[in-house]
């Protein structure tokens, strides 16, 4: 049985699908649209990514602009992540507030991410990979990004004692304050 938990920030949804264990291994939905949708997530997936990445990386914040802005699911297939959310949504009560949890493949753990939110992740493990799935396509134009870095965020990355590694795209990202955003937020 799959279970949802809302998190501070309105959107994000944190979601425990039931994995079933035998002595063969295991066996999960990664995704039923009926059973999301029943859930209040209402979104038509398009795209599915996957990345690999070695311990370390940071990778985010990431986003596009409306109207080619993503809802995503992410979710770790190997290895463990710490994954971050932040609100970016003009006139949201959690305004430039962020969200992190731990994904990793032992527990499934999903998280979805409205329209509106810049995403990133670090990797934890020796090597993650990370899935996920997006309601619109690349639009290398709408492209943002802000410093994952950036102290007015104080983003706590998880990685204690380990050197970042970060693309210069994502090192040279603006700050928070100097970012592009064009999302508006509606009250559910």
Known sequence: MMKITKTPIQGLLVI????????????FESYRQERYANAGINVSFIQDNESKSVGGVVRGLHYQLNPFAQAKLVRVVQGAVYDVAVDLRQGSPTFGEWFGIELNDKSKTQLFIPRGFAHGFSVLSET?????????GYNKESERGINPFDPKLGIDWQLKG????????DTNAPLFEAAEMNFIYYKQ
């Not at 993650?128 to 619109?136: E, H, L, P, R, T």
């Not at 380990?162 to 795209?169: C, D, G, N, W």
């Open 16 to 27: 425990e699908p039931g994995v079933y264990e035998d002595d063969r291994g295991y066996f």
């Open 162 to 169: 380990k050197e970042f590694i970060v693309s210069e795209k």
């Open 128 to 136: 993650a990979i990370f899935s996920y799935k997006c309601d619109n």
